[in-house]
């Protein structure tokens, strides 16, 4: 995991983020209503963070300390817009959430958050399988309801967690998130 330094990574982020809008759009799954999301991945002051192996972008997001994201409680390490690679294993995810909760133990935050869409209801196919892979990797599911874009969501919570030996499966040259400073991109 790194934080997304060049335009050229900014630019590869916001590829990948197109890419898997499109994935879900030709499989009729949610797509975020707001326009332009890869131009927040261009966005410097955004500070993206990629996970990479062998050189291949694999996902990326944007981490943020502690926003004001309107349910949860205490401070929390916020994982936004989290977008991978089409068609890849759950690996991705499994690997997000040990980095996850590993780096918000080492940013003193208790709690790492994170929204995902759920079209008409997180109880209907195939949200819901996506939903029970999250929780057998340990995240929470709280309440469903409109998220910080206004989307139908599901909020999760996962606890910060330390991971010895972790960094040998996964490095991290992640910058510490900054507090969200209301830099969202053009809608």
């Not at 997001?61 to 089409?86: K, V």
């Amino acid at each position: 995991m790194r934080t997304l330094r060049t335009d050229t990574e900014r630019e590869e982020a916001a590829v990948l983020v197109r890419d898997r809008q499109r994935w879900l759009t030709q499989r009729d799954l949610p797509v975020p209503a707001r326009a332009d999301i890869p131009a927040l991945f261009r966005n410097p002051q955004m500070r993206p963070a990629g996970m990479f192996e062998d050189g291949k972008l694999l996902a990326c997001m944007i981490p943020q300390r502690d926003p004001d994201i309107g349910w949860g409680e205490g401070p929390c390490l916020f994982l936004g817009d989290i977008h991978t690679l089409p068609d890849q294993t759950d690996d991705i995810t499994r690997l997000i959430t040990l980095w996850a909760s590993d780096y918000a133990d080492r940013l003193d935050l208790p709690h790492v958050r994170a929204e995902t869409l759920t079209g008409e209801s997180p109880q209907t196919e195939p949200t819901a399988v996506f939903l029970r892979r999250l929780t057998d990797v340990g995240w929470h599911v709280h309440e469903s309801g409109p998220g910080r874009e206004a989307d139908l969501v599901t909020r999760l919570e996962l606890a910060a967690e330390h991971r010895p030996g972790l960094s040998a499966l996964i490095g991290c040259l992640v910058d510490e998130p900054q507090p969200d400073l209301g830099v969202r991109g053009s809608a």
